[in-house]
DNA sequence: CCTCCCTATAAGCATCTGCTTATATAATAA
DNA sequence: TTATTATATAAGCAGATGCTTATAGGGAGG
């Protein structure tokens, strides 16, 4: 889940966006992802470590110069896990453990109407 | 690309996943998800918003309850968009109209090895 | 009516985030 | 060596974000 949320977090900033499709169409340079965004060099940096630090760009040094690419299908494998992860038992979640022992006494208590009396009994087995 | 960035922004936060993989398991009641989370009603309540308005989760009304539910196929139907978002030729995009001219300029001059010479061909043209 | 129950919202606060400016580092070229 | 190019990082600041506490408002039931 903690990869999901990164993921996440580094997808949902414009700059970044902007950065990971202009390497979906090829791998570039800082200097040049400069040159096409038209701002600013740490700018640039800063958002590019955010992204290889999520897991989605990958970097190969040469001479002065990075080069930026997207990593592999991160893409298409990260949001295909994703959709996974909220398709699975909710059992099947480590992260999940608490969270699905107190559903599933609330779907056993699901005579009982009122959030309030279910609140109750589940605070029973807290 | 405003939309995506909304999306990825309500997902890249821990608390929000999990309300969103519980309610993959069914819909709730706000209540429900205070149970099962074990955290704040205004809490949760905050953040069913934020989920919300990124079009994720949709509500309905019951009395004085109100019942949160995702919104129909949105993961499947935006994760897809969003690799066709990457996958599509740049030109085709209108929010990287500026950024595809000064790449194509880029490719044009690619007998030019300096970032910094390439950066001033391009200024010719801003 | 009055009183709960359920939910939403507001205020206040600490932390995080993204940007700019300035500087550091490392490789290259003169 | 000194200067230049390419990139990374640090500092500082403004704005955004997430949490808690408190409150508002709408419906249900006495």
Known sequence: M???????KALG???RL???RLLAVRPMYVCELESVLGISQPRISQHLRVLKEATILRE???AQKTFYMINGDIMETSLGDFLEFLRVDLRDLPDFKEESLRMEKLDQ???VISCKTGQGSDLQNA
Chains 1, 2 share one sequence.
Not at 2 to 8: A, E, G, H, P, R
Request: glycine share 0%; hydrophobic share 35%.
């Open 2 to 8: 903690d990869l999901f949320v990164k993921i996440f």
């Open 13 to 15: 900033e414009p700059t």
């Open 18 to 20: 902007k950065i990971l």
């Open 60 to 62: 190969t040094k040469e």
């Open 109 to 111: 208590d699901s005579c």
